[in-house]
Each structure stands twice: as structure tokens, then as C-alpha cells.
């Protein structure tokens, strides 16, 4: 049956005008951040071949990671970790019922996220 009133349904708010909440920030940042950390592992795991390689492929693989930009890429893994970590804490701490009022969850919200870089500047220089 065909919908005569399709033509006045309100449309979504398009992404011009939606105001992103922290809510939907955070969800998205984990979710990248999930991917990162695959990407970072697997260039570790790549690091790992090449030391059981030889020392030739080694040396090679060696200067790309600890070049300015292996440095960045490593940097931003870690950070990705923390981050990671904590949203994963969040959602363990909402699986038990707790903290899914408003107030509450942009707390931590902001907590994932400055604790994310607090964390990653304390490991850099302090561990």
C-alpha cells in the first residue's frame, strides 16, 4: 500500500546542524580507536618478524619505527590504548547499571578523555 503522508514525515537533522554530543564523540573515538590498535599491533608484530629475520631486515624495519614518523605513529597507539582502556572501563562500570544518568556519563566521558591523555604523557615520561 502505497504512504500518502510520505511527504510530511519531519526529515533527521542532516550533519550541518546536528550538534555532535560527547556521547556520540566518545563512541565514535573508541570505535577508531579500536582500529588503531589493530594497526599498531600489527606493526609491532612486523618489528617482532623482522628482529627474527636478520639482522639486515631488521635495520631496515628499526629506522622506520623509531623515525619521527614510526615515533608519532607509536605515540598515537599508546594514547589509543589508554583511551581503549577506559572506555572499556566506562561501559563495564554502565554494564552494571550505574552511571547512565546524564550528569553522570558526561563525567565520563571526560574522564576517558583527559585521563587517556594523562595517562599517555605519564607513561612517555615518567615510565
Same mark, same amino acid.
Not at 503522508?5 to 556520540?24: E, F, K
Not at 564523540?25 to 612486523?46: E, F, N, Q
Given at each position: 500500500?502505497?504512504? &500518502?503522508?510520505?511527504?510530511?514525515? #519531519?526529515?533527521?537533522?542532516? =550533519?550541518?546542524?546536528?550538534? #555532535?554530543?560527547?556521547?556520540?564523540?566518545?563512541?565514535?573515538? *573508541?570505535?577508531? %580507536?579500536?582500529? $588503531? !590498535?589493530?594497526?599498531?599491533? =600489527?606493526?609491532? %608484530?612486523?618489528?617482532?618478524?623482522?628482529?627474527?629475520?636478520? #639482522?639486515?631486515?631488521?635495520?631496515? +624495519? /628499526?629506522?622506520?619505527? *623509531?623515525?619521527?614518523?614510526?615515533?608519532? &605513529?607509536?605515540?598515537?597507539?599508546?594514547? $589509543? =590504548?589508554?583511551?581503549? *582502556? !577506559?572506555?572499556?572501563?566506562?561501559?563495564?562500570?554502565? /554494564?552494571?547499571?550505574?552511571? !547512565? /544518568? !546524564? #550528569? %553522570?556519563?558526561?563525567?565520563?566521558?571526560?574522564? +576517558?578523555?583527559?585521563?587517556?591523555? +594523562? =595517562?599517555?604523557? @605519564?607513561?612517555? @615520561?615518567?615510565?
Amino acid at each position: 500500500m502505497a504512504d &500518502v503522508n510520505r511527504g510530511n514525515r #519531519p526529515l533527521s537533522p542532516h =550533519l550541518q546542524i546536528y550538534r #555532535p554530543q560527547l556521547g556520540s564523540i566518545t563512541s565514535i573515538l *573508541t570505535r577508531i %580507536t579500536g582500529i $588503531a !590498535l589493530l594497526l599498531g599491533g =600489527l606493526l609491532v %608484530t612486523w618489528w617482532l618478524l623482522a628482529a627474527a629475520s636478520g #639482522p639486515d631486515y631488521f635495520a631496515f +624495519v /628499526d629506522g622506520i619505527m *623509531t623515525c619521527w614518523i614510526g615515533d608519532l &605513529v607509536m605515540l598515537g597507539s599508546l594514547w $589509543a =590504548l589508554w583511551y581503549h *582502556t !577506559l572506555a572499556g572501563v566506562r561501559h563495564l562500570i554502565w /554494564d552494571t547499571g550505574r552511571g !547512565l /544518568d !546524564l #550528569p %553522570t556519563a558526561q563525567k565520563l566521558g571526560w574522564t +576517558v578523555i583527559i585521563g587517556s591523555v +594523562v =595517562l599517555t604523557v @605519564f607513561t612517555v @615520561f615518567v615510565i
